[in-house]
């Protein structure tokens, strides 16, 4: 099953990248997905029939756009801070607790967090992913918890668990 | 029409990479450089990339922008993060303005779990 | 037409100078590495509005290889960094 999810996949990216549909490209393809797959598809996510389900498709859509909407904001907040001439910052690292569980949740939301206002992930240890703020607006745990990361967390929750 | 949307989006693309490329300039310590130039430039390049798609529409090349999309998303948070705790171990410390570092306790810990690796 | 996409594409080529001054004056190798990796981040730029002037397809490729050299490239160095220090 997992073999044929990760066959489909490559297969797909190799038609998008050459862009053509004769036989002997379709041949290469498969040939060389398939080499491919015998060395890496132990890697490949484990639970594949979570792939199948359709309401998470719905809410990864909701997700996409509500995350391009964060990029934009975040570029704004960016350009504002620097081209300020006195340059209001006020950085720091803080400690995000995160309630998911799946390590696919934690990457996906790790990468989020690089890409919204003002925030980049350090490291993640265990439950714990600490974060480089360029302005601390409050210094209470719970509070700045749900500022970095309430945003995306209830619809990676959906998405990836 | 597609014309006009295909500069726009050029423009606002190059803009943000101008900003990244002032932040990159002007703010203090490595990290803040890192945060302004991850950013800025990598909404900036995938601008660019998008205006390609106006252009062609959905034929070769608009096709590889797209896939390229995703790919430049990724590739730059994960350099950006293992730039930053690259230069954590390194020894550089948070700049002056700094108010909080809650990584401190810990960082000796992770990198002698790195090391026994 | 043609004439605005050439001026873009020296605005881009300007805005490596900046990274190549970050290169230079670096006070420290990770602010020097900061601007490497913004580098191979611009040149996707640049390939990808050559494209549109030249009108060829391959370009874009190049571009993407891009990508994928400038990411090893950036996680090599950070290993590298990781592995030194400050004080030693």
Known sequence: MKYIFAFIILLGFWLLFTFNLETHNLIVGAVASLIAILFFAKHFVKPVWKMLQPQRYFWFILYLIIFIWECIKANFDVAYRVLHPAMPIKPGIVKVKLNLKTNMAKTILANSITMTPGTISVDLIDDVLYVHWIYVSSTDPEEYSKKVAGRFEKYIKKIFE | MSKIIFIILLSIGVLFNLFGCIGLLRLPDVYNRLQSATKCVTLGTCSILLSLIVYYGFNEIGVKALIAIPLLFFAATVAAHALIRGSYFFGIKLGEKSIKDDYKEVAGAAENKESKK | ?88
């Open chain 3, 1 to 88: 037409m043609n004439q605005l996409l050439y001026y873009f594409l020296y605005a881009q080529i300007a805005l490596c100078f900046f990274c190549l001054y970050r290169i230079i004056r670096g006070p420290t190798i990770a602010d020097r590495m900061v601007g490497i990796d913004i580098f191979g981040i611009l040149v996707v730029g640049i390939c990808a509005i050559i494209a549109v002037i030249t009108d060829r397809m391959f370009i874009i490729d190049i571009g993407i290889a891009w990508i994928i050299l400038s990411f090893i490239g950036t996680l090599t160095l950070a290993k590298y960094l990781k592995g030194r220090n400050l004080n030693e």
